[in-house]
């Protein structure tokens, strides 16, 4: 296993609460990485700290480089971030969105060339998204808009995607389809993703890997195997539940 993140004794204050507490764990590289953990528990804000949002203290490396070398712009070409609440599209349309991932590459002041308008294209077309293109975004359902924001990650080729919470506001139908995407973009092109997630069965279902927090502390760092069982649920959450199994084989949680 390769690492993508190399996170040592990661510790995270606010004034009058500390909201990490000497978080220490490796995150494999490609591979879809479910965070999951109660409210409050510290997933936003170590996926924050990933991104290089927040403040911290430990040491954190991604891709064996510690966070503070790296420059703004090659971070930005390596490692896409889409938080929870992602800025307001109105009166954008869809290709213009998706153009902004091009940013890290060419800056503020850099001509749109060809070769940009290309990496849009593929984007739209890996996300499901190109029939959309000269569509408003506000337009658009909440499903689609999500893949919008990550065709607009592809589009910044970047390796690594960080999501925070990206099926919160979605139903169950284009929940599924959102997560069903993240892996295939992963799977298919060797990124890595570290997902925001509160759905325990999604993120059993959808990630190769499992960090959960409780508390500001990790609570179980492995395999989705690890995590379908009614100890470790009890553990992570402080709710009894039951695990079935479906026809399939695939294991479920449900509040017992």
């Known amino acids: 296993m390769t690492t993508l993140f190399s996170i040592n004794d990661l510790c995270v204050d606010v004034p009058g609460r500390r909201l990490l507490e000497g978080v220490t764990l490796d995150l494999p590289r490609n591979r879809v990485i479910g965070l999951i953990g109660h409210n409050g528990s510290g997933k936003s804000t170590l996926l924050k700290v990933l991104a290089r949002q927040i403040a911290s203290t430990g040491s954190v490396q991604f891709e064996g480089t510690p966070l503070p070398d790296w420059s703004a712009r090659e971070y930005a070409r390596r490692l896409a971030f889409l938080p929870q609440s992602p800025p307001s599209a109105e009166g954008m349309l869809v290709r213009e969105l998706v153009a902004l991932g091009r940013y890290p590459w060419h800056g503020a002041l850099g001509r749109f060339s060809p070769e940009d308008d290309a990496y849009v294209r593929v984007a739209m077309a890996e996300c499901g998204i190109a029939p959309f293109a000269d569509r408003l975004v506000d337009t658009l359902s909440g499903g689609e808009r999500q893949r919008c924001w990550l065709a607009m990650m592809v589009a910044q080729q970047a390796s690594t995607l960080l999501l925070d919470e990206p099926t919160s506001a979605l ?38 890997h499992i960090v959960a927090l409780k508390d500001g502390r990790i609570a179980l760092d492995g395999a989705p195997a690890d995590l379908m069982h009614a100890e470790a649920l009890h553990d992570i959450f402080s709710l009894r539940m039951e695990i079935l199994t479906r026809g399939d084989g695939q294991r479920v949680a449900v509040p017992a």
């Open 171 to 208: 139903d169950i139908a284009h929940a599924v389809e959102v997560m069903r995407l993240v892996r295939k973009m992963c799977q298919d092109r060797q990124r890595s993703a570290i997902v925001v997630l509160h759905e325990v069965n999604m993120a059993a279902r959808f990630c190769d």
